[in-house]
């Protein structure tokens, strides 16, 4: 029963702090509207449906790599959430394109680190398995972040 109250935290706790961030800082505001965007930018009810799923796979992926280590390896994972849960912030926040591009390599940088980390202390391959589509999808985010601020930024 506890074992399952704390993989159900893991899952929970990345999936409600993307959800109250998100309800915080509005995608849908008119400074985004008119925002030059590259063509390929998918429509904003995907990134609805896409970040959900990958807060979970992250909340497994993390309970499986390090709830049943020392605490010196939840390090790089709790970074990695901060970066990721500040990107919204800072975009829709703030609208700094540069500091949400950096941000967004970051958390792709950090992902990548994750998934290093797992593989030498070997971690539950699950663990890994997880965060692939998470690093597909932050490679592509970093790509459509660096192309908004390309395009927003040509003087």
Same mark, same amino acid.
């Not at 970051?106 to 290093?116: D, E, G, N, P």
């Given at each position: ?8 935290f ?10 109250? %961030? ?16 590259p063509?390929? %930018? ?6 609805? %449906? ?9 909340g ?14 939840? %390090? ?11 990107f ?12 949400a ?21 070997k ?28 395009l927003?930024?040509v003087?």
């Amino acid at each position: 029963m506890l074992k399952n109250i704390k993989i159900i935290f893991f899952i929970l706790l990345p999936l409600i702090l993307g959800f109250i %961030i998100s309800a915080l800082f509005n995608a849908k505001g008119e400074w985004y509207k008119n925002l030059k965007k590259p063509e390929f %930018i998918p429509p904003s009810i995907v990134f609805s %449906i896409v970040w959900p799923i990958l807060y979970i796979f992250f909340g497994i992926s993390m309970y499986y790599g390090i709830y049943y280590k020392s605490l010196i390896y939840w %390090i790089i994972p709790v970074i990695h959430l901060i970066f990721n849960l500040s990107f919204t912030p800072v975009m829709f926040g703030a609208n700094n394109l540069l500091a949400a591009f950096i941000i967004t390599l970051f958390t792709l940088i950090t992902s990548l680190i994750i998934i290093w980390q797992f593989y030498t202390t070997k971690s539950n391959i699950i663990s890994i398995y997880l965060l692939i589509p998470y690093v597909l999808w932050l490679s592509f985010a970093t790509y459509l972040a660096y192309d908004i601020y390309i395009l927003n930024n040509v003087k």
